[in-house]
Antibody, heavy 115, light 113 residues
Framework: EVQLVESGGGLVQPGRSLKLSCAASGFTFSDYAMAWVRQAPKKGLEWVATIIYDGSSTYYRDSVKGRFTISRDNAKSTLYLQMDSLRSEDTATYYC????????WGQGVMVTVSS | DIVLTQAPLSVSVTPGESASISCRSSKSLLSSKGITSLYWYLQKPGKSPQLLIYRMSNLASGVPDRFSGSGSETDFTLKISKVETEDVGVYYCAQFLEYPPGTFGGGTKLELK
């Protein structure tokens, strides 16, 4: 059974950093691209970033480019999202998902950016 | 960026009846390989989204065959026949033809009468 479990969320002040993790199990992690998608409170879904299977290529939405870094450790079957220079508009539930086309999703982790 | 427009914003359905949700793309989602890169997701209340339909008309694993997807290069429909209580939630279409960024429609909320 595919399982994706996010962690690392919380309350953080504007301008500070936070690092999310996503532990994967039930499939061969190193065979798949992985992605982060977010959902602001009471809003729709917004793709954030994708990393290909071996980590050699990454893609970001414009609003997070230069502030967020997606990475992976295939030996640990874990996906990461380093979020720097956080803004209030980054407040959202962050989901990790398998494949660029998001066939399995984690349960999500809440990130609140507020002073 | 490709824009996806869903309609209606919400739909109220009697259990056992059918429901249809529309998704219109600002550009063709047909790739040079003949694949239409349109996907449907359902987010049940308080839950994370789940994949329903991939590549316009293919049912994802474990999804009941009451769900079906169809369309052209720019106009798409998700149909739910014989709606059940477990189908309540927000439905999103998404495209991954031009990527980045992947884009989502605004969502359609399905409720029961």
């Amino acid at each position: 059974e595919v399982q994706l479990v996010e962690s690392g969320g919380g309350l953080v002040q504007p301008g500070r950093s936070l690092k999310l993790s996503c532990a994967a199990s039930g499939f061969t992690f190193s065979d798949y691209a992985m992605a982060w998608v977010r959902q602001a409170p009471k809003k729709g879904l917004e793709w954030v970033a994708t990393i290909i299977y071996d980590g050699s290529s990454t893609y970001y939405r414009d609003s997070v480019k230069g502030r967020f870094t997606i990475s992976r450790d295939n030996a640990k079957s874990t996906l990461y999202l380093q979020m720097d220079s956080l803004r209030s508009e980054d407040t959202a539930t962050y989901y990790c998902a398998r494949r660029g086309t998001l066939d399995y999703w984690g349960q999500g982790v809440m990130v609140t950016v507020s002073s | 960026d490709i824009v996806l427009t869903q309609a209606p914003l919400s739909v109220s359905v009697t259990p056992g009846e059918s429901a249809s949700i529309s998704c219109r793309s600002s550009k063709s989602l047909l790739s040079s390989k003949g694949i239409t890169s349109l996907y449907w997701y359902l987010q049940k209340p308080g839950k994370s989204p789940q994949l329903l339909i991939y590549r316009m008309s293919n049912l994802a694993s474990g999804v009941p065959d009451r769900f079906s997807g169809s369309g052209s290069e720019t106009d798409f429909t998700l149909k739910i026949s014989k709606v059940e209580t477990e189908d309540v939630g927000v439905y999103y279409c998404a495209q991954f033809l031009e990527y980045p960024p992947g884009t989502f429609g605004g969502g359609t909320k399905l409720e029961l009468k």
